[in-house]
């Protein structure tokens, strides 16, 4: 068994510069104003469309990003509904092959962190429920059971990825959802560092969520 922390790759090679240039030229079209486009106009033109509420013109752009995290942080990344996605499936993965390293891979835990007693119990009891789960599994493919059988037994802690695709309107809407303090801590994690990476790579469209 292998235990990792979540983690992602943005797919994309961004040009934050040339996002908001392509989003002013759409955006502009509805007023018959390019004209008024020079060389550092797009910041100050995407600023005023985000803040009337004219998100539709941000939806001519999208990013694409791969997440590992948890089956149980996917079920909720996957309940966002514009957007494109996909998925390792545990239908077709046989998690006793090679290319798996012969073993299961989980993310970690976030919330037991501490060094308390009550944390370490938590953490140990999930740790051999895991243990259990992996040799089990490993039985089941032993005698002769489909990885879609197996699958069955497998926990939410089991590492997924899952490559999603976005426009930048959308984005805005999951990472505002995703990133507050009513989100689950594991989504968090994932969804914190995406959005500071995200105002980093692409000037403008982030700056008002807080993270």
């Known amino acids: 068994m292998k235990i990792i922390k979540p983690s992602f790759i943005i ?7 040339e996002i908001l240039k392509k989003i002013e030229k759409a955006g502009r079209t509805c007023y018959k104003s ?14 005023k469309i985000l803040a009337s509420g004219h998100e539709s013109v941000i939806e001519h752009e999208k990013v694409t990003v791969r997440v590992i995290c948890d089956r149980g942080v996917s079920h909720e990344i996957v309940r966002h509904r514009i ?4 998925q390792e499936s545990t239908r077709y993965c046989n998690y006793t092959k ?8 989980v993310i970690e835990p976030c919330f037991w962190k501490s060094r308390s007693k009550a944390d370490k119990e938590k953490y140990a009891i999930w740790k051999s429920s895991i243990e259990a789960i992996e040799k089990a599994y490993f039985k089941l493919i032993e005698l002769g059971a489909s990885p879609q059988e197996a699958r069955n037994i497998l926990p939410n802690s089991l590492t997924t990825e899952i ?7 959308e984005w805005r809407h999951f990472l505002k959802l995703r990133t507050s303090n009513k989100a689950h801590p594991q989504m968090r994690e994932i969804t914190i560092p995406l959005l500071d990476e995200f105002k ?3 000037p403008v469209i982030f700056d008002d969520i807080p993270s």
């Open 11 to 17: 797919e994309d090679i961004i040009n934050g510069d």
């Open 34 to 47: 390019e004209e008024k486009i020079i060389t550092n106009s797009s910041k100050d033109f995407v600023r």
């Open 83 to 86: 957007a494109s996605y996909s």
């Open 98 to 105: 090679n290319k798996f390293g012969n073993e299961i891979t």
């Open 163 to 169: 490559v999603m695709t976005m426009n930048l309107r």
């Open 200 to 202: 980093q790579c692409i």
